[in-house]
């Protein structure tokens, strides 16, 4: 089996937000494939960051694929204004898309964006299979290791049962983790699978974030069948 290539993705939230533009060039510029950003409403998850008007102006200063992470109430509300504004990703919660998640993903594929789907640690990975295996599928789960809502929190391994059931389930899927990843924790996240890693605080944290990132991204491909 060809192993799915590593990306990994800095969160933005862990960022200086007075200079993100230039974050997210160092971010590129260390090695980073996409940016992390994380939308929240204060609704869906107690904290409120930034909506499509930072990123619309973060997209004049940068080609990178934005990897949108929508922690919001209403995700079908936001289709269109973040693709307008450049998102390439978009990626919401099950939590909140049990009716109308065919729509929304359609809705995002017209839209120009890639479509993803999140869900938190209370929320069983059943619930995700109808999204991957549809006519319409998301092309990627973001498994949370952490409650949504804020960087820095400590990375909860039991998640990992999650990685590896979609892992066996589906070997060519994009599969991401969020919350708590770093070099003392990929490797529990990298050999159950996952290849898409969001990293804050330990990314931006770091006296040299470039050597995380290649860290990171060295542990996913190490943890890949090699045939
Ligand atoms: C939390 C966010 C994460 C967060 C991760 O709700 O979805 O993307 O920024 O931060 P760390 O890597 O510090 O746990
Ligand atoms: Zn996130």
């Known amino acids: 089996m060809v192993g799915v290539s590593p990306k990994i993705a800095p969160s933005m939230l862990s ?30 998850v107690p904290n409120l960051t930034i909506g499509a008007p930072v990123i619309e102006s973060l997209r004049k200063h940068t080609n990178a694929y ?14 269109d204004q973040m693709a307008k504004a450049g998102a390439s990703g978009f990626t919401f919660h099950v939590e909140v898309a049990k009716e ?8 995002i594929k017209s839209a120009g964006m890639r479509p993803g789907v999140a869900l938190k640690p209370g929320t069983p990975v059943e619930q995700v299979y ?9 092309e990627m789960v973001l498994v949370m290791t952490v409650e949504p809502g804020f960087g820095g929190q400590k990375f909860m391994p039991n998640m990992m049962d999650k990685v590896r ?32 890693i969001v990293a804050g605080s330990s ?7 470039g050597d995380v990132i290649s860290f990171l991204r060295a542990s996913v491909k190490k943890a890949q069948p090699s045939t």
Request: hydrophobic share 45%.
């Open 15 to 44: 960022s200086d937000f007075a200079n993100l533009a230039a974050e997210a060039k160092r971010m590129i510029d260390l090695g980073a494939n996409w940016l992390h950003m994380d939308i929240m409403d204060g609704h869906f």
């Open 66 to 79: 934005l990897d949108c992470h929508l922690m919001v109430t209403n995700p079908m509300d936001y289709v």
């Open 100 to 107: 109308n998640w065919q729509e929304l993903v359609e809705k």
């Open 130 to 138: 109808p999204l991957v295996e549809g006519t319409n599928p998301v």
């Open 165 to 196: 059931a979609l892992r066996n389930k589906y070997p060519t899927l994009d599969i991401e983790v969020d919350g708590g990843l770093g070099p003392s924790t990929i490797d529990a996240a990298a050999a159950a699978g996952a290849n898409c």
């Open 203 to 209: 990314v931006f944290g770091a006296p040299e974030p």
